[in-house]
């Protein structure tokens, strides 16, 4: 490889993945007995996308496109039904509201949890810890139990513990609106500094498309769980927002 060509940080190839619930039918269409049926849910329907070391992508896309659901899969909570997704060695992680944290442990508590299951070893945890403390800012909440917090605090320490322990790719779910505004102020300037590494691939999901077209290099439309376009947000974004228009006058 040339020291000119750019190296993938994340390949996508033909992802699909299925949600499956059980739907029951009425007494009268099964008269003897109540029977189960399996109810299945595309939400992934053979995504397929590359995206460079140190490129931002943003995906967009209306309610229930998959866009949560593209983001779990890449931190490995969702394990594909069909297709492939390669990491290329990097390591990755998750900023989601109401993912990762045990709420029965302290933040304390959950800060090593995390750590450690992003790779970190105890030693380099507790290196970090005072920064990510100070980072989220939420008192003697630190050493209470994970439930008893507002989503605000909920949100500064889930930002806190991905933005100080970094990882090579970074995935983030619409966590920058959450919170009062003094630590949206601080998140979003911790969040630029973070992706202005050159080596740092980040995944932004966000209904916020101010923020998109400011952070983002590329854009990822999913429709229903299909790709639409990839590409430059300058030329994405006024589509997407015609789209949108479209589906609120029918």
Not at 55 to 69: A, E, Q
Not at 74 to 83: H, K, L, N, Q, R
Request: charged share 30%; net charge neutral; with cysteine.
């Amino acid at each position: 490889m040339s020291s000119n060509e750019k190296k993938i940080a994340l390949s996508v190839r033909n992802l699909h993945i299925f949600y499956r619930g059980l739907k029951k039918t009425s007494i009268r269409s099964s008269w003897m007995r109540l029977k189960d049926k399996v109810e299945i849910f595309e939400a992934l329907k053979g995504v397929s996308f590359d995206l460079e070391e140190g490129k931002i992508l943003g995906i967009i896309g209306k309610n229930g496109s998959g866009k949560s659901t593209m983001l779990r899969a890449i931190a490995g909570i969702f394990s594909p039904d069909e297709g492939t997704i390669d990491l290329h060695g990097r390591r990755v992680s998750l900023l989601s509201i109401g993912v990762g944290f045990n709420k029965k442990l302290t933040g304390r508590e959950n800060i090593y949890l995390s750590g450690m299951l992003l790779g970190f070893s105890e030693e380099q945890i507790a290196e970090k810890e005072k920064e990510i403390t100070d980072f989220a800012d939420i008192g003697k909440f630190i050493d209470r139990p994970v439930k008893t917090y507002s989503s605000g605090m909920y949100s500064k320490l889930a930002f806190a513990i991905t933005a100080i322990l970094e990882t090579d790719i970074m995935l983030i779910d619409e966590v920058l609106s959450v919170g009062d505004q003094r630590f949206k102020e601080k998140s979003y300037n911790k969040m630029k500094e973070l992706i202005s590494d050159e080596t740092r691939t980040v995944v932004i999901v966000s209904h916020s498309l101010s923020t998109i077209e400011e952070l983002c290099d590329e854009v990822l439309w999913l429709n229903d769980g299909e790709v639409i376009e990839q590409g430059d947000p300058e030329e994405i974004l006024p589509r997407y927002m015609e789209f949108m228009k479209s589906k609120k006058k029918k």
